[in-house]
């Protein structure tokens, strides 16, 4: 017999190692992300079905709340089930549109995780609407680890291999910092940010980060003759060494750090038993161009795509968000909710424009980091 049960705050240990046996199960799922989004404003609400103590399911969401009206919120790579059941899936969506009645949730954006085509049916039967907000992109670019290190060599373009060895050969070593180093990580990275023309992180974020995640939060400096010229970030969570933040000083740029990390960082990864090396989010425009082998456009974007594809790999298509109202008549509101987003800014606020402008930042600003690595 299916039974569910629903937390609010706190790790939950059995949670998470249930989503790192899941090839769909990413760290945006765990308890520890929510942990640190609770930082920002964001509270979790868990939902966990089992059978007989065993956990077949669940689906996390992030969520604001908003004045008079209960809260909105976001679910980012979920629901996640064991096996696809479809008898678990219909369960564990059942459970969520109960329980976000009971607490007066007036909408949802949802981006299922990779391969849950039958989720985004479930959900449109249900009323759900294609976003026009993204969670996280919809296409990513990932490498497979397992292969010997100098046949994951092979496969990169020979301008990748010329770089990461240059690097090596002029002297830029790779170190894995410390809890001693994050203040380095976050002066690297306000030089990046005034360079590149985005905001910096919220104070204290990456520490905050490396206390919740442990183990699974590592940071990379490159380092020349004494002096750090770039700094990466990653998560490790399952099988997947997903990267985070690249950032640099701008200082000996001809000596190519940025492609000596990625590659000590997927080296690393391997070491750590991962199978996967996830580069992060591309535009859906590029990912296109990629799948139907045409050029990509010289921009900003453009370049962070090529430069991610120079070490081989491959183009990942996750689904897209889908906006899910609680609102009766259903059908009607989860059109309605996106336009009144738009409108005055009280208004906005009042349905949920602050989790919307949340997210539209978010995008952007991942926009601007993708475009520097």
């Known amino acids: 017999m299916l039974e569910v049960s629903v937390s609010r705050d706190g790790t939950d240990h059995e949670w998470d190692a249930f ?6 199960g990413c760290y945006q799922q765990s308890s520890l992300w929510a942990r640190g989004k609770a930082a920002q404003g964001w509270k979790p609400l868990r939902l966990v079905v089992k059978n007989r103590g065993e ?11 908003l004045p008079l009206l209960g809260a909105a919120g976001y679910v980012s790579k ?9 008898v678990v899936e219909e369960f564990v969506l059942d459970q969520l549109d109960r329980v976000a009645r009971a607490e007066h949730i007036l909408s949802l954006k949802v981006q299922p995780p990779r391969g849950s085509e039958s989720v985004v ?10 976003s026009t907000v993204t969670v996280t992109p919809p296409a990513t670019w990932c490498l497979d680890l397992r292969p010997d290190p100098e046949d994951i060599l092979a496969q990169m373009h020979r301008t990748a291999r010329y770089n990461i060895r240059r ?10 910092g410390t809890e001693a180093d994050i203040p380095t990580f976050e002066r690297v990275r306000k030089i990046h940010a005034e360079r590149r023309g985005y905001g910096p992180a919220p104070r204290g974020y990456y520490r905050r980060l490396w206390s919740i995640f442990g183990d699974h939060y590592r940071i990379l400096l490159a380092e020349y003759e004494g002096q750090v010229l770039a700094v990466r970030s990653n998560i490790i969570f399952g099988d ?32 750590r038993g991962c199978t996967w090396y996830d580069f992060g989010g591309i535009e859906m425009h590029i990912a296109r161009a990629i799948m139907n082998d045409e050029p990509i456009s010289d921009t900003k974007a453009g ?8 070490f081989g790999g491959q183009l990942v298509l996750r689904p897209r968000a889908y906006d899910v109202s609680y609102l009766w008549p259903r059908r009607l509101t989860v059109c309605m909710i996106p336009t009144l987003m738009g409108m005055k800014p009280v208004l906005g606020f009042l349905i949920g424009g602050s989790l919307a402008r949340h997210v539209r930042m978010r995008d952007k600003i991942g926009k601007k980091a993708t475009a520097s690595q």
């Open 19 to 24: 989503l790192e046996t899941r090839p769909d």
């Open 55 to 65: 956990i077949l399911g669940g689906v996390q969401a992030l969520l604001r709340p």
């Open 121 to 130: 049916q479930r959900l449109l039967e249900r009323g759900a609407r294609p």
């Open 303 to 310: 370049r962070a795509a090529e430069f991610k594809r120079s």
């Open 167 to 176: 690097a090596e050969r002029k002297g830029v070593i790779v170190r894995v």
């Open 240 to 271: 997947i060494v997903y990267a985070q933040h690249l950032v640099d000083n701008g200082l000996h740029r001809n000596l190519n750090a940025p492609s000596l990390l990625h590659w000590k960082a997927m080296l690393y990864g391997k070491e």
């Open 78 to 86: 979920g629901p996640v089930t064991a096996s696809g059941d479809p």
